[in-house]
């Protein structure tokens, strides 16, 4: 993933820091809040219905280093036994595809919750979906129109 992915986020247009997340160092790891943006490392870009691309996850966290490393333990640990259990599709897709990292740390009195949900909204706003990963909407968003089938 490049930073010219991560340009449907207005607010922030480049990330505090781009990496692949199976190969950061664990000390290059920020310990502040903030959200993060996982994508494929391959050159896999993923269809949404308003154009495609590589990022499959949005997440945000009070300690991004923690998570982080949560993340990066369970990826490694999904492609070593891919198929003897099931995963999360996040570890599956960064599993299957390579992980690239981009990250926002929070800035003054920014919730990591509110830019996370600004980060979704953007890239719904851009490609018509949210990241085929994240499983659900962020606390507070919801879709406008329409009602759940299994309501």
């Keep these: 993933m490049?930073?010219?992915?991560?340009?449907f986020f207005s607010e922030r247009r480049w990330p505090d820091k781009l990496d692949d997340l199976l190969q950061?160092?664990?000390?290059?790891?920020?310990?502040?809040?903030?959200?993060?943006v996982l994508g494929s490392s391959d050159g896999t870009n993923f269809i949404y219905p308003w154009g495609s691309s590589p990022i499959f996850y949005i997440g945000q966290s009070k300690n991004l280093k923690k998570r982080l490393l949560t993340h990066k333990k369970n990826i490694s640990s999904a492609i070593e036994n891919h198929d003897d259990l099931y995963w999360w599709p996040r570890y599956q897709y960064g599993a299957s595809f390579g992980t690239s990292l981009a990250w926002y740390s929070v800035r003054g009195t920014q919730n990591p919750n509110k830019l996370e949900a600004d980060l979704?909204?953007?890239?719904?706003?851009?490609y018509g979906s949210i990241?085929?990963?994240?499983?659900?909407?962020p606390s507070g968003l919801k879709p406008k129109h329409g009602t759940r089938d299994d309501a």
């Design 2 to 7: 490049k930073e010219f992915n991560l340009r």
């Design 120 to 126: 979704i909204t953007s890239f719904y706003d851009t």
């Design 24 to 36: 950061i160092a664990e000390d290059e790891l920020p310990e502040t809040s903030g959200t993060y």
């Design 131 to 137: 990241p085929v990963a994240n499983g659900a909407w």
